[in-house]
């Protein structure tokens, strides 16, 4: 089985600049993950890219605020 992990999150605007990085401890199942300072960020469109590293895979969310 899938043994704990950790899992990437990376924000983007709509250029491509990296806005902020967290590094989330996952576990095997479905993970709740929370990113703060959402509030601080002027309007726009957004990327939230989070990879685990475990498996590579990616959710990629876009985000209009």
Same mark, same amino acid.
């Given at each position: ?26 576990? #095997? !199942?479905? =993970? /709740?993950?929370?990113?703060?300072? @959402? ?13 685990? #590293? !475990?498996? =590579? /895979?990616?959710?990629?969310?876009? @985000?209009?605020?």
């Amino acid at each position: 089985g899938v043994a704990n992990g950790k899992a990437d999150a990376c924000i983007t605007d709509n250029s491509g600049k990296v806005i902020g990085k967290n590094v989330f401890d996952i576990s #095997r !199942g479905i =993970n /709740q993950l929370s990113i703060n300072n @959402l509030q601080r960020l002027p309007p726009g469109y957004y990327i939230i890219s989070i990879t685990d #590293r !475990g498996t =590579n /895979q990616n959710f990629v969310q876009k @985000l209009t605020k």
